[in-house]
């Protein structure tokens, strides 16, 4: 009997039968939770951005999507479109196969969640696989349509799908479907050099913090000082300039810094199943941003942030 006790223990003491303990144990840890699955990527997305003062992490999911339903008028359903938050970029997507329906969910300017009544801008999200460039020397304040009508690439197999000034200056962004940037494009026969467009890291001139622009903050109320961004500063605290971008001594968004602008690299593929019938967008108007506060575009790196914790890992 006494053999038989210490068999038993000298069994459970076993050195192997120790280490083999969490590998059998492995498979109950946490897994990494998954993201969503993508969206439908022949759809159209259009992204809807709240002013100042809204968080769309803070809304459910529910309520927006009958908000989208009521303002268009009941004219769908839930099943004719996918909605989707990214909590960290703060802004909500919106996809469908339908232009009719993206045209209607291009015109929403306010959504009523709660009883109240909330301002968004709409607009429809270039498609994957597309490549962006900048031209200088163009008259500040050309119209779209003026752009559209008079540039030409010569370049085989790319071709123009959209132009747009870049608020007040003097330079354009064109989007170009195709394999490859285009060295030059021509507008009304005269040569321009046409330079890749690295858009920069989105910072808030309100709060500070990285993913969204000025103009939708969703704290506009907070006390943050620009140098150095701290909060709520006294009067005469020290002031050591430091950028929350790349963590350096300067300012944020300085010419220092050397985390501010992203590459951007070709599209892996060319897509041929892209709709061509995109939903016509509205001219520049005054509210039109630099090319500092452009959402960045990079394909080894999300387009949106599903997370704050995702942004800022970014």
Not at 56 to 85: H, M, P, W, Y
Not at 156 to 166: D, F, S, Y
Not at 278 to 293: M, R, Y
């Amino acid at each position: 009997m006494e053999k038989a006790v210490k068999a038993n223990e000298k069994f459970e003491s076993d050195p192997l039968a120790e280490k083999q303990k969490p590998e059998a144990t492995q498979g109950f840890r946490r897994r990494k939770r998954r993201g969503p699955p993508p969206l439908p990527k022949e759809d159209i997305k259009i992204i809807l951005r709240p002013h100042k003062g809204l968080w769309v992490k803070n809304i459910l999911g529910l309520e927006l999507s009958r908000a989208v339903i009521d303002t268009c008028q009941r004219s769908f359903n839930g099943n004719d479109f996918l909605l989707r938050f990214h909590p960290g970029s703060n802004i909500v997507i919106i996809s469908t196969p339908s232009t009719k329906l993206a045209s209607r969910l291009r015109g929403i300017s306010q959504l009523k969640i709660r009883g109240q009544i909330h301002a968004f801008n709409a607009y429809v999200a270039d498609p994957e696989g597309v490549l962006r460039g900048i031209v200088h020397g163009i008259s500040a304040g050309t119209s779209q349509d003026k752009l559209m009508k008079n540039l030409r690439v010569r370049t085989q197999g790319v071709n123009i799908e959209r132009a747009r000034m870049l608020g007040s200056s003097k330079t354009a962004i064109i989007t170009f479907t195709g394999n490859v940037l285009p060295g030059s494009v021509y507008i009304m026969g005269a040569e321009l050099i046409c330079y890749p467009y690295k858009p920069t890291v989105q910072v808030c001139k309100i709060c500070l913090q990285t993913g969204h622009r000025t103009d939708v903050c969703p704290t506009p109320n907070v006390n943050v000082f620009l140098q150095c961004g701290a909060r709520e500063p006294m009067p005469e605290h020290d002031c050591i300039p430091k950028c929350v971008i790349c963590d350096g001594e300067h300012p944020t968004g300085d010419s220092l810094c050397k985390k501010k602008l992203r590459n951007v690299a070709p599209p892996k593929k060319l897509r041929t199943d892209q709709p061509k019938d995109w939903v016509s967008q509205p001219e520049c108007t005054s509210d039109a941003k630099s090319s500092e506060e452009f959402p960045p575009l990079r394909l080894d790196m999300p387009r949106w942030f599903s997370s704050d914790r995702m942004e800022q890992r970014q």
